[in-house]
């Protein structure tokens, strides 16, 4: 862990484990939508977001293995080649466990700007995946997925740093 | 605080040494899934825990979609009815004929000792509903509320009112994908009906067209010819609607002429559909007998091989078509 002043978390409380867990379950959830037509290129990937939420704040419990974990279920689920999320969550979150002393030294609005560089990565990788098995390009709109992402960044951050989240475990600590 | 400290030093193997670690799995599974078909029984776990949650989350859809058709108007009900018996007429005479034509074949074969040939009709299949198209951005698919506890298997055809709709590419217990029949690289083994000059219908991944390639300049194939299934693959039972021929060019530049067509159906239109099971093996040979017993102009142009999904066109350019599954 670093100790860098600039890192706010660093000598903060770990989040609750319960909020970590209900945060990814929702996701999955939003992320099982029955996402159709131009939604289905557009909708940002909520799972991949607060994993790398977590990755960046919580690098002791949310890593690589989860996000390999939460990717190949996103392959079953979305019906496509094994393995390819898993392969796109891995290294999104190796991105941010690079970038994050330097991430979290930033204000919410610039921390979007590099998950959105992230998020862009990491579609990239697919496509080029999925152009290398023979599909066709499915269209620009997949651009508007990244930027989705890193606009809702901020909305997750204050989410998870409402109080009401974290006074449970300040009691607990007291 | 103590139940709450934490070590001071990150252990374990370093970012680095985990994202080599994990992506090399990625990429193993990934061959493993496209080369050698071997995980299918990860999907089928995982689907299971899944799908009762998808349902779930698909519900509010669903029954908004079934309110609003509660509430269609009147005016359509009507036409939709005087159309669909309309149908039922139509369909009451052609079903006397392949009566007729069946029983007529039955004496024939009996005295030609092929009796099998009139089981190309006898195809068992159970009425299944989309509920809705897969999460895949690169490769139409939908879902169907069936799955292997109702018999279906991979690679089992999927038809409507109207013709072929595609074919099973993966089985969940309650619910199967069909890839359909205008997805990319997805052949289906067709016959000109006017002349039994045999092709291979294959998708191109955009809706509404179908590719029939490798058609030699000098075929007997022109525009508005209406393409069935010819039943050689023993995936699709012999004379359902596939497409109709839109367009044919002849390019002498060209050693094949470029020939669309226009798929029968449009699994937009309909919320039911047919998934055709399995045959028994002496059935599926008995269409293969069949068909080679016609005395139509068998032009050799494709042979196909198919196990569930794979195709390969054997005579022309060895070009093996990819896995239809993702």
Redesign the interface.
């Known amino acids: 862990?670093d100790l860098s002043p600039a890192s706010r978390d660093a000598l903060s409380?770990?989040a609750p484990k319960r909020l970590v867990v209900s945060s990814l379950a929702i996701a999955l959830?939003l992320n099982?939508?029955?996402?159709?037509g131009w939604a289905?290129?557009a909708h940002p990937d909520f799972l991949l977001l607060v994993l790398l939420y977590w990755a960046a704040h919580e690098?002791?419990s949310i890593?690589?293995?989860w996000?390999?974990f939460f990717?190949?279920?996103m392959d079953?689920?979305?019906?496509?080649?094994?393995?390819?999320h898993?392969?796109t969550y891995?290294?999104a979150i190796?991105l941010v466990?690079?970038l994050r002393v330097r991430i979290l030294q930033l204000t919410v609005f610039e921390q979007a700007l590099h998950i959105g560089v992230v998020l862009l990565l990491s579609l990239v990788i697919s496509v080029l995946?999925?152009l290398s098995?023979?599909?066709?390009f499915?269209g620009w709109g997949?651009l508007f997925a990244p930027f989705f992402g890193a606009l809702l960044w901020p909305l997750v951050t204050w989410l998870a740093k409402l109080p009401m989240f974290r006074r449970r475990l300040g009691q607990l600590?007291r | 605080m103590s139940g709450y400290q934490e070590p001071f030093f990150t252990r374990g193997p370093s970012p680095l040494a985990r994202l080599t670690f994990f992506s090399l799995a990625a990429i193993t599974i990934m061959i493993a899934d496209h080369r050698f078909q071997a995980l299918s029984w990860v999907r089928l776990g995982v689907s299971v825990a899944l799908n009762p949650i998808e349902q779930g989350l698909a519900m509010p859809g669903m029954t908004a979609r079934r309110i609003s058709n509660y509430f269609t108007d009147q005016t359509r009900l009507v036409t939709e009815n005087r159309e669909l018996q309309n149908q039922v007429l139509e369909l009451t005479a052609l079903g006397q004929q392949a009566r007729l034509i069946q029983a007529e074949r039955t004496h024939i074969d009996a005295l030609a000792v092929t009796v099998a040939a009139s089981k190309r009709l006898d195809w068992p299949g159970i009425i299944a509903e989309i509920i809705r198209d897969a999460r895949n951005p690169y490769a139409r698919k939908i879902i169907l509320n069936r799955g292997t506890t109702h018999g279906i298997t991979a690679g089992v055809a999927v038809i409507d009112g109207s013709g072929v709709v595609g074919q099973v590419t993966a089985v969940g217990l309650l619910s199967s994908e069909v890839t359909l029949s205008t997805e990319k690289d997805q052949p289906v083994p067709v016959m000109v009906v006017r002349n039994g000059l045999r092709a291979v219908a294959v998708g191109n991944g955009r809706e509404g067209t179908i590719d029939v390639p490798f058609m030699p300049l000098g075929a007997d194939i022109q525009s508005g010819d209406i393409l069935v299934t010819s039943g050689i693959d023993g995936t699709y039972p012999a004379g359902l609607s596939v497409a109709t021929v839109v367009q044919v060019e002849k390019n002498p530049a060209f050693p094949f002429a470029k020939v669309i067509a226009q798929p029968a159906t449009a699994p937009d239109h309909h919320r039911f559909v047919k998934v055709l099971l399995r045959a028994s093996p002496t059935a599926v040979g008995a269409v293969e007998a069949g068909t080679a017993a016609t005395d139509y102009p068998i032009t050799d142009v494709v042979s196909i091989e198919r196990k569930t999904g794979v195709a390969t066109i054997t005579n022309l350019g060895k070009r093996e078509t990819r896995r239809a599954n993702q």
């Open positions: 862990m409380l770990p959830l099982l939508l029955p996402w159709g289905l290129r690098v002791r890593g690589q293995g996000g390999f990717g190949l279920m079953v689920a979305n019906s496509v080649l094994l393995g390819q898993a392969l891995v290294v190796f466990q690079l995946l999925n098995l023979g599909r066709d499915p997949l600590v």
